[in-house]
């Protein structure tokens, strides 16, 4: 799989804009557009699950255990701004900075680790995984975050682990 550096994905209220006002918005701004449609935007095909022998997930997962701390998945590529700007931001921030030393934190560059971002069902970045210590909890953060807004997920999915 090769993440397109143009693609995304647009949830919009029907209510308010048609379909072919959006698609003719977008591709003014020179890109193509297509519609798919879903009853529930949440709603997603079952994917199998992510194999967890694959490096480096497998010794994340290992030094997850081993420490007893919650695994953060982060995709990124080195050709995507706002996961440049996350880096300089977001994961700078003080606060940030410490509720971090609470996970194991894996970087995975799209690009390099393509198996793992199709067994994730990456489609943009960033994409933030939260993964609990008994991999049953799971929590998905998409697009840009800020501190402010990373900040309470990071810590609601702490407060909630089983210890």
């Not at 209220?13 to 557009?33: M, V």
């Not at 997850?64 to 995507?80: G, M, S, T, V, Y």
């Not at 929590?139 to 999915?157: D, H, S």
Request: negative net charge; proline residues 7%.
């Amino acid at each position: 799989m090769r993440l397109d550096r143009d693609e995304f994905a647009v949830i919009f209220d029907a209510s308010r804009i048609t379909s072919d006002t959006l698609i003719q918005t977008i591709q003014e701004t020179g890109y193509s557009a297509q519609l798919v449609t879903t009853s529930n935007p949440q709603e997603t095909t079952p994917r199998p699950p992510v194999p967890t022998d694959l490096e480096p997930l497998a010794s994340a997962l290992r030094e997850a255990e081993q420490k007893h701390k919650p695994l953060l998945i982060e995709f990124r590529a080195n050709w995507c701004t706002p996961c440049k700007r996350m880096e300089q931001e977001t994961f700078r921030d003080p606060t940030v900075v410490d509720l971090l030393s609470l996970y194991v934190v894996l970087t995975i560059d799209t690009d390099e680790h393509i198996e793992l971002a199709e067994a994730f069902g990456i489609v943009g970045i960033p994409d933030i995984r939260l993964q609990s210590l008994n991999g049953q909890r799971h929590k998905q953060l998409q697009g840009f975050q800020t501190a402010n807004a990373i900040i309470p997920e990071l810590q609601m999915f702490l407060d909630n682990q089983e210890h």
